[in-house]
């Protein structure tokens, strides 16, 4: 009689997504200076694909243990993304009590949870510049965030430790994050911040990103959606953005209870963006997201997505520096890519 009670005070949940697709692209750096198309299986189209435990221990008077594990991999291949972390994707424990909670670990950052209601296509590979929105810090290690939703208002706070002996700044992060859902309408504003480690020779330097996102549901069957994102990177990386300001607007549109179109347009004003020669002004680039969407049951679907980015590769991605996906070859200006896939969720 112990054991079922204390089994029926505690959930533990498996749970992860399955999602491949071949995608053919053009204009991809080869070994010269023109481009080259290319087809290829990749993994994790409209969803990253992952598997992870979810849990929770009912402590009584409205408390609960909390803890999640998730790993991300590739399905084409079959190896641990996020460096090979065995749960790089998240890693925490914590405490809540009714609609609050605290939590340890490696966890996404406040920015990256405000804008995911926001974003035209939920952060989905194809084809969304998710690490232009966020940055390429959307989950912090050693954080310690709050979480609290009051009615139609979800905050966010976060700080993550940088463990450097003698500086509390150096390699640290922090942010904070405010969703209001009210009916039809949505606003979100996001602020995060990322310092690089300190060295013996140099102080830390700084990222501040901030964001705000809006959403109206016009009719039961029509979303639409805008988001402005700041940035100031402070770190001369090579092909990396100094100052730009991103702006995004999408709809999604439901003709039919299975299908789900999203189109959505993205311009990324460059101020400055680093180069190694020096910090220069680049012609700006945009890129046009169409993806249609068909429900198989709740849990599988299929889908196709096609995107062309003008004076960059696709989504962006010549301004992520060493983390780019998409290299463009140095005579072409433009890149157009198209995928087509399937994901399960279990």
């Not at 079922?4 to 991809?28: C, F, M, P, R």
């Not at 504003?189 to 996102?213: C, E, H, L, M, P």
């Not at 549109?253 to 680049?282: C, E, H, W």
Request: glycine letters at 12%.
């Amino acid at each position: 009689m112990a054991t079922g009670s204390a089994l029926a005070q505690t959930s533990v949940t498996l749970y992860g997504v399955a999602d491949a697709y071949i995608e053919y692209t053009n204009h991809n750096l080869g070994t010269g200076p023109d481009g080259h198309s290319k087809v290829a299986l990749n993994s994790g189209g409209m969803s990253p694909s992952r598997w992870g435990l979810r849990g929770a221990e009912d402590l009584g008077s409205g408390k609960r243990a909390i803890f999640a594990l998730e790993s991300g991999f590739g399905l084409d291949n079959g190896v641990s993304l996020q460096g090979g972390r065995l749960f790089g994707r998240q890693a925490w424990v914590g405490l809540a009590a009714e609609n609050q909670q605290i939590t340890l670990g490696r966890q996404y950052t406040s920015l990256f949870l405000a804008l995911a209601n926001y974003v035209p296509a939920a952060y989905a590979t194809l084809y969304e510049p998710v690490l232009a929105i966020t940055g390429l810090s959307s989950r912090g290690d050693n954080m310690i965030k709050y979480r609290g939703v009051f009615g139609g208002l979800t905050t966010e706070l976060h700080w993550s430790f940088g463990e450097q002996p003698g500086t509390m700044n150096g390699g640290a992060g922090y942010g904070a994050g405010l969703d209001y859902q009210a009916g039809k309408f949505g606003i979100s504003t996001s602020y995060d911040n990322i310092n690089t480690a300190r060295s013996a020779t140099a102080s830390y330097t700084r990222t501040q990103k901030a964001a705000v996102g809006l959403r109206y549901q016009i009719t039961s069957q029509l979303l639409a959606q805008a988001v402005y994102r700041y940035n100031k990177n402070d770190t001369p990386t090579v092909n990396t953005a100094a100052r730009d300001d991103l702006w995004i607007i999408g709809v999604n549109y439901s003709p039919i209870q299975p299908v789900t179109l999203t189109a959505a347009f993205y311009y990324d004003n460059v101020k400055s963006q680093y180069t190694a020669a020096g910090n220069f002004n680049p012609t700006n680039p945009w890129q046009v997201t169409l993806i249609a969407d068909y429900a198989l049951s709740k849990r599988t679907d299929v889908y196709v997505a096609t995107a062309f980015t003008k004076n960059a590769a696709l989504n962006f991605e010549n301004l992520n520096g060493a983390a780019a996906a998409y290299q463009l070859a140095p005579n072409e200006k433009n890149q157009f890519g198209a995928g087509i896939g399937m994901r399960h969720k279990f």
